[in-house]
């Protein structure tokens, strides 16, 4: 009778900590940045994000080389001589939030994800505010925020005198899916 119980506990556990966890790897990512000569706008369809409602965890990360740009000349020396891809290849973030969104109703909410954002060599803190919408088995996300070149060590080439803006403007939208586990 003792196992039968145990089991039946074990199993209520499992239920009860499975689908906490969304994912995909189709997190649009848009960044823009004013600067003298031409403004830099990129965008990518391909970043793989996680939610973990649970654990009050989320990870993202990107292939620096997945952005696209208006002109191929920009893209190059994005990939080339700011952000160094074949040195850097990734840009991540991971962090917590302390909001428990796995025993709420479906819905939206605002939650603030503090965490470290690792972008060209450098770990920064980072607190990012995400509207995120649940709704069955999707978790709906869109977020906004500044990032800071300087603190990144993001610099032009010496031969570029005209410097990208410092402020680049971030933002995420996407659908990530319940994975069953």
């Known amino acids: 009778m003792k196992y039968n119980v145990l089991f039946f506990f074990i199993i209520f556990l499992n239920l009860q900590t499975k689908g906490q966890i969304f994912k995909t790897d189709k997190l649009s990512v848009h960044f823009y940045a004013a600067a003298p000569v031409a403004d830099i706008d990129a965008l990518t369809n391909y970043a793989n994000a996680s939610f973990d409602l649970k654990r009050k965890e989320v990870k993202v990360t990107i292939q620096m080389t997945s952005f696209s ?12 001589k700011y952000i160094e891809s074949d040195k850097h290849p990734l840009a991540s973030f991971k962090g917590n939030f302390k909001d428990n969104l796995s025993d709420k109703p479906d819905g939206t909410y ?8 690792n972008l060209h060599g450098a770990e920064v803190n980072q607190i990012i505010p995400c509207k995120i919408t649940i709704l069955k088995n999707q978790l709906s996300v869109n977020s906004s925020f500044i990032l800071n070149t300087r603190d990144f060590k993001i610099e032009p080439p010496k031969i570029l005198t005209k410097p990208i803006g410092e402020k680049i403007e971030v933002t995420v939208n996407g659908v990530l899916h319940k994975i069953s586990g």
Do not use: D, S
């Open 69 to 80: 740009f208006k002109k191929a000349l920009m893209q190059q020396h994005f990939n080339e």
């Open 110 to 117: 605002v939650i603030y994800v503090e965490g470290k954002f």
